[in-house]
């Protein structure tokens, strides 16, 4: 065998990152050089790169050299052995080496013939090997580009069949758009009203050529079939009557005849037989035609007269009790609906399970709307009956119930209470004090462990917070647990100032005062081993952190969730509902199944109506006190007198005139929770005009809401603007009031001096100018110079007050500084010398800042 020698492999091409190395490692080099002798640095570098280029020249033509030089053998003189052994280089075999030609024979063949022509396959470029050889390619890679070509050509032609299709199908839809356009079906939008339409012109033929098959003719008959069997079997329940016919073909299903009987008495028939059977029926076809019904169901004849019912005549005959036909048919059908009933109440009990168990804050607006849907198709008593037992399933456990599930349960109560009716939520409410009134009348015989009053403590809390029922029913049933107290009513107790003692105290603070007393007598009162329980020492500390309004003494107090789910709820409601709070008595929930219900609309009622107007009146005078909110009489009257007419307006002027000082009067109207700020600025400065003199108690005030928030700056903004262009109402005291209230406000950086821009400096009325002498002169003489230049530095900064500060420029420097005023003004020396001085200065500030 020929032995071959390998190739050497072809050097690859330098990197960057090599290249970059070969320079940096020839720059080195020539820095050594350089820097080698002390002169002619530049000479050797140059000397060492010709050598190096020299050296690689060199070894270039070595490689040629060596390439070139190949060793001539003549084969004659290779010996056998060698030749037998295989021991020869592959440069030395000529068969490798020659491409087969021979000159001599090339010169005899023609001159066709010479030329050999290579064929390349059609749009493939074929790589050619220097001695004239055609490379193969590999046949897999063909196949493969094969395959790929006609995957292409085939989803091209996919899509262009689609397009095709599409193009078709829109050129059908105009056709059929200009057809309908022309037998004016467009414009009618109900389709069926089309197929009517259809009907009626004679065109209904055209509906069997839409049908694809007889089977959906069929298909659709029995649906149709179906249907009216249902509508009829529905219309039967709800009636409650049941055919003769039925009952006949009961009693013959009970009774079955003898089929030998059957066929002897058949074969006894005449054929004379069926024509007295069709005489017989075409009589009684006719007694059916004159017999009619009237509008009460009575059978009447041809003439009109009433006959008797068959029913009655048997009733009366045998000496029975006469049952009318509706409580027949309830007889009769209540055999098979307590079993359907029980189906339905079970299937109800399951979809009701289902949604509470999903409940959750995210969800719970979907869950609100799908127990509504359920409502809206079952019975009202059997929703409230079945929500009431999973309620008390759920919330009402022997162990403590999670506080944050109470709360989502209660808003989708109220959420009910709201949307579907009132009564949903008078119906949970009596349930639930029905058990609450049970537990407190055995609340000794109660065990600490066991939880569930107090879970239906905080479930009638929570009830309370979302507003379903009055503050005074929950203060009845704190009294409740006051009264019998324990270490049971201790913990509940507990419970309820944890939970809404804040919201109590806002809401009434009267009555929760009141309360409050209550419940420290009754603690007084306790025997000496219960006041030193540990519990009743921890609940006197909550409430002494709710009456001093200390929320951080209260351990794990979060109102916000309770915020966020009331927001929710209120959201929620649409079409305008909202909660109706219920005003019921403890009494009225208790002696409702004696009594009745007078909060349901339509529902009996027996109570006896002096009593009722007793307790009205009641009512009345205590939902009186809590409207004035414990004012004394002479405070509303003045209220009175001043016009203060709203409930807002006037509950605020009676904080004003009764608070200890200013921070007072504005901690008590903040706990007014007031939407409308705008009253509490009308009320401050009505109060401050129509004093005696300036008094800065309401400058301070007002200075107190302007920097607690921004929207009472702007309220009080609006209202100086207001009492500005009523200037000519206003009598000349009352304008000094106001000039001293806006003064102090601007100083202290309330309000700004703009708030005066309203003024109309052009056409000055002797009022107005009057108000602008008394602001200006009161700013400029005020002690403290820094305040009155930082004042007016505020309003030169703005570059929107042009024209109002060169309006502020002329007032001063030509009105107010006029000799005639400065007498009227009756300044001292020292004091025009100081108004002088300023207006000058703030003359210049206001021109630089201009210019």
């Given at each position: ?26 720059k ?12 002619n ?14 050296q ?35 440069d030395?075999d ?6 087969f030609?021979?000159p ?7 001159k066709?013939?010479?030329k ?12 050619k090997?220097p001695?004239?050889?055609i ?29 095709q299709?599409?193009?078709?199908n829109?050129?059908?839809?105009r056709e ?10 467009n ?5 069926n ?9 004679g ?12 089977e ?20 039967k ?6 055919s003769?016919?039925e009952e006949q ?31 017989e029926?075409s009589?009684?076809?006719e ?38 036909p509706?409580?027949?048919?309830l ?6 609906s ?5 189906e339905i109440?079970a ?6 399970k289902?949604l509470?168990?999903?409940l959750?804050e995210?969800?719970?607006?979907k ?33 403590r ?19 579907i009716?009132?009564?949903i939520?008078?119906?949970?409410l009596q349930?639930?004090v ?5 537990y ?9 462990e ?5 879970n ?12 379903i ?5 929950l ?5 409740k ?28 603070p ?7 007393q209550?419940?420290?007598s ?10 030193e ?5 921890f609940?006197?500390?909550?409430l002494?952190?709710?009456?001093n ?15 966020i789910?009331r ?17 019921i ?6 002696r ?5 219900k007078?909060?349901i ?6 109570g ?9 009146q009641k ?24 016009q ?8 605020i ?17 903040l ?8 009253a ?12 005696k003199r ?12 302007c920097?607690?928030n921004?929207k ?9 603007w207001?009492?500005?262009?009523d ?7 009352q ?8 003064q ?10 703009s708030?005066l ?5 052009m056409q ?15 700013l ?24 109002f ?10 009105f107010?500084?006029?000799?005639d005023q400065?007498d ?5 020396e020292?004091?025009?010398?100081l ?11 206001l ?5």
């Amino acid at each position: 065998m020929v032995k071959i020698k390998k190739k050497e492999a072809k050097k690859k091409p330098l990197t960057r990152k090599e290249q970059r190395k070969q320079k940096s490692k020839v720059k080195k080099q020539n820095k050594r050089l350089y820097h080698a002798g002390k002169v002619n640095g530049t000479q050797r570098v140059a000397a060492a790169a010709e050598a190096l280029a020299a050296q690689s020249l060199q070894s270039k033509n070595k490689k040629k050299r060596s390439k070139s030089k190949k060793p001539k053998i003549n084969p004659d003189e290779i010996p056998k052995e060698q030749l037998l052994s295989g021991e020869i280089d592959s440069d030395d075999d000529e068969s490798l080496d020659s491409d087969f030609s021979d000159p001599e024979v090339d010169a005899l063949m023609p001159k066709s013939m010479a030329k050999v022509e290579v064929f390349e396959p059609l749009g493939k470029s074929v790589k050619k090997i220097p001695g004239g050889a055609i490379q193969r390619q590999d046949e897999e890679m063909v196949r493969r580009k094969e395959l790929r070509q006609q995957k292409e050509i085939t989803t091209k032609s996919k899509k262009q069949r689609l397009k095709q299709l599409r193009i078709e199908n829109e050129e059908e839809d105009r056709e059929i758009n200009k057809l309908e356009k022309k037998l004016k079906l467009n414009k009618s939008k109900d389709k069926n009203r089309l197929v009517r339409k259809m009907f009626n012109d004679g065109l209904d033929y055209l509906l069997d050529f839409v049908l694809d098959d007889e089977e959906e003719k069929l298909k659709w008959e029995e649906k149709q079939e179906r249907k009216k069997r249902l509508k009829e079997q529905q219309e039967k329940e709800e009636a409650g009557m049941w055919s003769d016919e039925e009952e006949q073909e009961d009693q013959n299903d009970d009774f079955p005849e003898d089929p030998s009987a059957s066929e002897d008495e058949e074969d006894d028939e005449d054929p004379s037989g069926d024509k007295e059977q069709s005489d017989e029926e075409s009589e009684d076809e006719e007694e059916d035609t004159k017999i009619k019904e009237d509008i009460y169901g009575r059978k009447r004849d041809a003439e009109g007269n009433i006959l008797p019912d068959p029913v009655e005549k048997e009733a009366s005959a045998a000496g029975q009790k006469y049952i009318p036909p509706h409580q027949r048919a309830l007889m009769a059908a209540s055999a098979g609906s307590s079993e359907k009933q029980a189906e339905i109440l079970a299937r109800l009990l399951k979809q009701c399970k289902g949604l509470l168990n999903r409940l959750s804050e995210a969800n719970l607006h979907k869950i609100a709307a799908g127990i509504e849907a359920l409502y809206m198709k079952n019975s009202r008593y059997n929703m409230n009956e079945t929500l009431t037992k999973l309620l008390q399933e759920a919330l009402l456990g022997a162990t403590r119930t999670n506080e944050r599930m109470v709360q989502e349960h209660m808003v989708l109560l109220a959420y009910l209470h709201a949307q579907i009716g009132s009564e949903i939520g008078a119906h949970f409410l009596q349930t639930f004090v029905e058990l609450f009134d049970g537990y407190i009348k055995d609340i000794n015989n109660l065990e600490v462990e066991d939880k569930q009053l107090n879970n239906l403590v905080l479930v009638l809390c929570y009830m309370y917070l979302f507003k379903i029922f009055e503050l005074s029913l929950l203060m009845e049933l704190i009294g409740k647990l006051a009264d019998q107290l324990c270490e049971k009513s201790v913990e509940c107790l507990l419970l309820i100032f944890q939970s809404i003692g804040f919201r109590l105290r806002k809401d009434d603070p009267l009555a929760f005062k009141t309360m409050m007393q209550r419940v420290q007598s009754q603690i007084a009162s306790a025997p000496l081993e219960l006041k030193e329980n540990p519990r009743l020492r921890f609940m006197v500390d909550i409430l002494n952190a709710v009456k001093n309004n200390n929320m951080q003494k209260l351990p794990q107090y979060d109102p916000e969730l309770a915020e966020i789910l009331r927001k929710r709820l209120k959201a929620m409601l649409k079409n305008d509902r909202y909660v109706v709070t219920l005003n019921i008595t403890l009494e009225d929930l208790l002696r409702a199944d004696k009594v009745g219900k007078w909060w349901i609309v339509g529902s009996a009622w027996t109570g006896n109506l002096d009593e009722m107007g007793s307790a009205k009146q009641k009512q009345d005078k205590n939902s009186a006190k809590s409207a004035n909110g414990g004012f004394a009489d002479q405070l509303l009257e003045l209220a009175k007198k001043q016009q203060m007419n709203t409930a807002e307006r006037r509950n605020i002027f009676c904080i004003i005139m009764s608070a200890a000082d200013y921070v007072d009067a504005f901690e008590k109207i903040l706990h007014l929770a007031l939407k409308d700020q705008r009253a509490v600025a009308y009320v401050i400065i009505h109060c401050a005009l129509n004093e005696k003199r300036a008094n800065p108690y309401y400058a301070h005030l007002a200075l107190k809401f302007c920097q607690f928030n921004r929207k009472y700056q702007l309220a009080f903004q609006f209202a100086s603007w207001d009492r500005i262009n009523d200037i000519e109402k206003l009598s000349k005291p009352q304008i000094r009031n106001l000039a001293s209230f806006l003064q102090q406000v601007i100083l202290a950086a309330g309000l700004q001096l703009s708030v005066l821009k309203v003024v109309d400096f052009m056409q000055l009325d002797k009022l107005s100018f009057y108000f602008m002498k008394e602001v200006m002169v009161r700013l400029l003489l005020s002690p403290d110079e820094r305040e009155v230049y930082q004042t007016f530095e505020r309003v030169a900064k703005n570059s929107k007050l042009q024209q109002f500060k060169q309006s502020v420029r002329l007032f001063l420097q030509h009105f107010l500084l006029k000799s005639d005023q400065l007498d009227k003004l009756k300044l001292k020396e020292e004091e025009q010398q100081l108004l002088q001085q300023r207006v000058d200065h703030l003359d210049k500030m206001l021109a630089y800042v201009d210019m």
